[in-house]
């Protein structure tokens, strides 16, 4: 066995521990799991999210479209039936 130490804010340790007691776990033992996770699926066992809630990659595409929005590029016209989405889908082709 070896040991790691790790600095964290009390508040992040107490918060964590009160969570993962009510889930039966103290901290060793939940960063014992989250390690053997990371070995099964070779990273990071969870999505790392942005202050959104989105990942890194779904944001920078939502920026993206947004710029383009405000610039008046792709955009779609407006369209009331499935029909006139396939026509115009159809028609970008």
């Known amino acids: 066995m070896t040991t790691i130490q790790v600095r964290i804010d009390e508040q992040t340790k107490k918060a964590s521990s009160k969570i993962l007691a009510e889930l039966g776990l103290d901290l060793s033992s939940a960063i014992k799991v989250y390690l053997k996770q990371v070995i099964a699926t070779k990273g990071i066992p969870f999505s790392l999210l942005t202050k959104n809630g989105f ?33 115009y889908l159809h028609a970008k082709k």
């Open 55 to 87: 990942t890194q990659a779904e944001e920078a595409l939502i920026l993206q479209a947004s710029r383009e929005a405000k610039q008046g590029k792709n955009i779609s016209p407006g369209m009331k039936t499935a029909a006139q989405v396939i026509d």
